[in-house]
């Protein structure tokens, strides 16, 4: 299992979504300032499986999942001052 750094915008067409591994907005797009910038940590096997738990975590999965980007995050903590460490977040997962 390898854990991830993953970005995606979020439309709010896309409906909510739940995940419960540590997740933030941490911006928004200066196009649409309603599309939040999503950054999260998830665990998977390859990039390919973080993208699905991304979009396993919607209501209803979405047609156009906007990725910016995912990437190892090796042994590192996704927590910082930025992203700090919420009493819901699991990690490991």
């Known amino acids: 299992m ?9 439309h709010p067409e896309d409906g ?12 928004f797009t200066m196009e649409d300032p309603s599309r939040d ?12 499986d973080a993208w699905d738990v991304v979009l396993m975590s919607y209501d209803e999965v979405p047609t156009q999942l906007e990725k910016r ?13 930025r992203f700090p460490r919420a ?5 490991p997962a």
């Open 2 to 10: 390898t854990a991830w750094w993953i970005s995606w915008y979020a």
């Open 37 to 48: 910038t999503i950054v999260a940590a998830v665990q998977a096997e390859s990039e390919e």
């Open 87 to 91: 009493d819901w977040m699991q990690w």
């Open 16 to 27: 909510p979504f739940e995940l419960h591994t540590p997740w933030w907005v941490s911006g």
């Open 69 to 81: 980007f995912c990437d190892p995050l090796g042994d590192k903590e996704p927590f910082s001052d």
